[in-house]
């Protein structure tokens, strides 16, 4: 069996930017988040997530799934993505991996590339009971492999090797996903194309659809779990940072997510990341 968490590991961060080990983390949690909405995205690493038990839906940036016990959703890296948990007094039981890209590049091989998991475009499958216990099984085994054991390394490798190859062949016989209100889809497409413009508001918006501010607000936060001024906000720094890691100057990057004002674009992004634009370029890959 998984051992639950401890109190001090059900305080970890697990919305942080950055792995603490170069090559993947396994985790299990029943506990519910502390924050209420912790929008967030990996940077360099991807994520595997297994939903046993809970009433959330889950938001994968425009797409929105309603969860069910069996649900594996694939989330490539710098996706930005966020559980929206309806029970707040109930169990949340689910299990995940961040692996780094560079990790499933080193488990491929010529024949295997094990990367098809996150790019073939879809971001959820539905196992049946068999698959769940496959993979269930295999997570826990991957969980109770301890630093510094004996064999640490190759169990490691082959315990995710598996759940990848498995994954993979699931991804084969999955059908299609279904596509959720294509509206609200056109609208998040909207505000990420128009995301560099600081006139860019909810009244800009709602003109563009034909609807009023109030309709617009609630159709957005009932389909996406957030406002849309709090989606804004969070996609602007989201890309912020991402072009901060490629080497574009803060500036140029304030500019270019629709700060027109430098210092709130400096306050907004240390208050989301705990650190300065300047200093993302010494810690990015």
Same mark, same amino acid.
């Given at each position: ?12 961060? =697990? ?6 080990? %170069? ?6 949690? %029943? ?15 991807? %994520? ?35 559980? %929206? ?47 769940? =216990? ?25 315990? =995710? ?22 509206? =609200? ?101």
């Amino acid at each position: 069996m998984t051992e639950k968490p401890t109190n001090d590991i059900e305080k970890r961060d =697990l919305t942080r930017w950055y792995m603490q080990r %170069e090559d993947l983390e396994a985790f299990y949690y %029943e506990h519910r988040y502390i924050s209420e909405t912790p929008i967030h995205y990996h940077i360099g690493f991807n %994520e595997i997530y297994l939903f046993l038990e809970g009433d959330v839906n889950y938001h994968i940036h425009k797409e929105n799934y309603k969860l069910s016990y069996g649900d594996l959703l694939l989330i490539p890296a710098g996706i930005m993505h966020w559980p %929206e948990i309806h029970n707040t007094t109930g169990t949340y039981k689910r299990m995940f991996l961040w692996i780094s890209q560079k990790y499933i590049e080193k488990l491929s091989s010529e024949n295997t590339d094990l990367l098809q998991c996150f790019s073939s475009g879809k971001t959820l499958i539905h196992l049946s009971g068999k698959e769940v =216990l496959k993979i269930k099984y295999l997570m826990e085994e991957l969980i109770q492999v301890k630093k510094g054991q004996f064999g640490e390394d190759v169990l490691r490798a082959s315990l =995710l090797s598996q759940i990848l190859v498995h994954i993979c062949m699931f991804l084969k016989d999955s059908k299609p996903q279904v596509k959720h209100n294509s509206r =609200l889809q056109t609208i998040v497409d909207y505000i990420d194309g128009e995301i560099s413009d600081s006139a860019l508001s909810i009244e800009k918006i709602a003109k563009q659809f034909y609807l009023s501010k109030s309709a617009l607000s609630r159709a957005f936060t009932k389909d996406m779990g957030i406002t849309p001024y709090r989606y804004i906000a969070k996609r602007r720094l989201h890309m912020a940072r991402q072009k901060l890691s490629q080497g574009d100057s803060p500036l140029n990057v304030s500019n270019s997510v629709g700060y027109s004002d430098y210092s709130a674009f400096y306050r907004a992004f240390v208050k989301e990341f705990g650190q300065s634009p300047a200093s993302v370029k010494d810690t990015a890959d």
